[in-house]
């Protein structure tokens, strides 16, 4: 089992809509947890910290569940530049572990 | 600006000859790291540093060398490169380990032949 699994999509959604990514981690020892943002062929950028109480950032937000160990990500008002690929990743002992992405596209 | 830079961006070589990707970060930060990326398996660690001088192996190091003699240079080495470490590198900065963002350069596309 990987340490952190994502659903590879892609997921298609109209520009307006929300959109939801889950993401499961198998270490319950986890310590901080992100959403990264990967646009194709180029390098992942933070996108958001992921806090227990859950945060928020504009139409971005961000929940943790530590008891059944997911995080989520959900996308309000979709854009046509939210397209890319979103990687879950959790830090296990100082050491960033990488999910394998959840691919958007957000079409007109 | 602050940045991570890698170079070459693209690289195309044939088997068994050593090659040297560079890795060069200008925001002071002590922990660096090198990753691969392939489909299906998302990134992978392959080395990481928390000091100069420091080095560490991550999830995948085999067939791969690193050094860490300048706070801001973290080259990465391929002795004797072969077909499977074809796959797009990355270098990553950050101040410090897990917590911290982690700043990722441009990437380095390796083909291997």
Same mark, same amino acid.
């Given at each position: 089992?990987k340490?952190?699994?994502?659903?590879?999509?892609?997921? +298609? #959604?109209?520009? /307006?809509a929300?959109?939801?990514f889950?993401?499961?981690?198998? +270490?319950?020892?986890?310590? @901080?947890?992100?959403?990264?943002?990967?646009?194709?062929?180029? &390098?992942?950028?933070?996108?958001m910290?992921?806090?227990?109480? /859950? +945060?928020?950032?504009g139409?971005?937000t961000?929940?943790l569940?530590?008891?059944?160990?997911?995080?989520?990500?959900?996308?309000?008002?979709?854009?046509? @530049?939210?397209?890319?690929?979103?990687?879950?990743?959790?830090?296990?002992?100082?050491?960033?572990?990488?999910?394998t992405?959840?691919?958007?596209?957000?079409?007109? | 600006?602050?940045?991570?830079?890698?170079n070459?961006?693209?690289?195309?070589?044939?088997?068994?000859?050593?090659?040297?990707?560079?890795?060069?970060?200008?925001?002071?930060?002590?922990?660096m790291?090198?990753?691969?990326?392939?489909?299906?398996?998302?990134?992978?660690?392959?080395?990481?540093s928390?000091? #100069?001088?420091?080095?560490?192996?991550?999830?995948?190091p &085999?067939?791969?060398?690193? @050094?860490?003699?300048?706070?801001?240079?973290?080259?990465l080495?391929?002795?004797?490169? @072969?077909? +499977?470490?074809?796959?797009?590198?990355?270098?990553?900065?950050?101040? /410090?380990?897990?917590?911290? &963002?982690?700043?990722?350069?441009? /990437?380095?596309?390796?083909?291997?032949?």
């Amino acid at each position: 089992r990987k340490e952190v699994e994502q659903d590879p999509g892609p997921f +298609n #959604v109209p520009e /307006g809509a929300t959109v939801a990514f889950n993401c499961t981690y198998s +270490n319950s020892a986890s310590q @901080s947890f992100f959403w990264y943002r990967q646009d194709c062929r180029k &390098e992942p950028k933070l996108l958001m910290s992921v806090y227990s109480s /859950g +945060n928020e950032d504009g139409r971005f937000t961000a929940q943790l569940n530590r008891a059944s160990q997911y995080i989520s990500l959900l996308i309000r008002d979709s854009k046509l @530049s939210d397209s890319a690929t979103y990687l879950c990743v959790v830090n296990k002992g100082g050491k960033l572990i990488f999910g394998t992405g959840t691919r958007l596209q957000v079409f007109p | 600006e602050a940045q991570v830079t890698q170079n070459p961006r693209y690289l195309i070589t044939v088997t068994g000859k050593k090659l040297t990707v560079t890795c060069s970060q200008n925001m002071n930060h002590e922990y660096m790291s090198w990753y691969r990326q392939d489909p299906g398996l998302g990134l992978r660690q392959i080395y990481y540093s928390m000091n #100069v001088e420091v080095t560490d192996k991550g999830d995948v190091p &085999e067939g791969y060398k690193v @050094s860490r003699k300048e706070k801001r240079n973290f080259p990465l080495i391929l002795e004797s490169p @072969s077909p +499977n470490q074809t796959s797009l590198y990355f270098c990553a900065s950050s101040p /410090g380990t897990g917590v911290h &963002e982690q700043y990722f350069g441009p /990437g380095t596309r390796l083909t291997v032949t």
